[in-house]
């Protein structure tokens, strides 16, 4: 008799093991698909079909008609036409470019330091700093660097439209982790100093009908800012911009320059772009004041620092134009 009920046991148990295996089989081949009242559905679906993971899947983005997609429609305007807003009246800070000019498209393109996916990343670590800084610092860090300005107040509308429009371009995007495409394009660094000749020739052969012989730009019609922006000069990036590192500025060239280059149909080799950032990041600039106060640690100053003090005793020229292999 007790033989009889464990194999009844074992039989049914047989079946419910059947069962799940067809159900879990099931989802997996037909995951549940969004809810036509808009319900939340399975998160895997979001991943695979509706969340982009690398910045070049980025899409335009139609700001909603409300007060917080008019917010981000306005900073959306003070990041490609910054020179409108930022350099006349109460807002005057800085030199003429706009944060369009080094983050491309609005900050939508992919590995020209792009913004789409930001709001997941912040607040982060940044050595610089030497701690963990929210968007809006690293927003006023590019003012006060490559804008060669000032900061502007946290709780402003600006600050507000600025950190508005970077949200509504992240919001199809994974919450975890860095997306692809974010930062720049890595390079394989040539084991050499850079070759300031040879960037020159790059210089003059592949960058000059858009940033002119004498690196200044093209200016705006308007004359408020910059078609193109100068690469030196009174209105560039100033010497405490990360722009102003060999190695940055040689990854954002490979991925972007000259226009109409890209991460994935680049127009200079690794060597090309190494050598023209030394030969751009050569002339004269803006001074950022209190240099010497960057990386408390100085054990995370990045070896292409242009300015001192350094944890090392490796001179300030290499430590400007490499060999890296220290």
């Not at 067809?22 to 808009?38: E, M, N």
């Not at 709780?155 to 495409?181: C, D, F, P, Q, W």
């Not at 991460?263 to 030394?278: K, M, T």
């Not at 600039?285 to 242009?306: T, V």
Request: charged share 25%.
């Amino acid at each position: 008799m007790e033989y009889k009920k464990l194999t009844n046991y074992l039989k049914a148990l047989s079946w419910i093991i059947v069962a799940l295996v067809i159900t879990c089989t099931t989802l997996c081949v037909f995951p549940l698909k969004h809810a036509s009242d808009g319900s939340s559905t399975d998160s895997r679906t979001l991943v695979h079909d509706s969340l982009i993971t690398h910045v070049s899947q980025f899409k335009t983005v139609s700001f909603k008609n409300n007060p917080e997609g008019e917010m981000a429609s306005y900073g959306e305007k003070l990041i490609k036409n910054t020179y409108d807003y930022f350099y006349d009246g109460d807002l005057k800070i800085g030199n003429k470019l706009a944060c369009s000019s080094c983050h491309l498209n609005g900050g939508t393109k992919a590995f020209a330091a792009p913004y789409v996916g930001l709001t997941h990343v912040f607040p982060t670590y940044i050595g610089r700093e030497n701690k963990v800084e929210s968007l809006e610092e690293r927003i006023n860090g590019c003012f006060e660097r490559s804008m060669n300005g000032r900061a502007i107040p946290e709780n402003s509308k600006e600050m507000r439209a600025i950190v508005t429009y970077i949200k509504n371009i992240s919001v199809n995007t994974v919450s975890k982790g860095r997306l692809g495409g974010q930062g720049f394009v890595k390079i394989d660094i040539p084991n050499r100093a850079a070759d300031l000749k040879h960037g020159q020739l790059v210089f003059e052969s592949k960058c000059t009908s858009c940033h002119g012989k004498d690196g200044q730009g093209m200016a705006q019609p308007t004359g408020k800012g910059y078609l193109y922006p100068p690469l030196w000069g009174k209105d560039s990036y100033n010497d405490g911009a990360g722009m102003a590192r060999l190695l940055t500025a040689a990854r954002f060239i490979k991925a972007n320059m000259p226009l109409g280059a890209s991460y994935d149909a680049p127009q200079l080799s690794d060597e090309e772009a190494y050598d023209v950032a030394a030969y751009i990041n050569s002339f004269d600039r803006p001074k950022k004041a209190n240099k010497e106060l960057d990386y408390p640690n100085l054990a995370k100053k990045p070896k292409d620092s242009p300015y001192p003090p350094y944890a090392d005793n490796i001179s300030l020229e290499q430590h400007k134009h490499g060999p890296y292999n220290f």
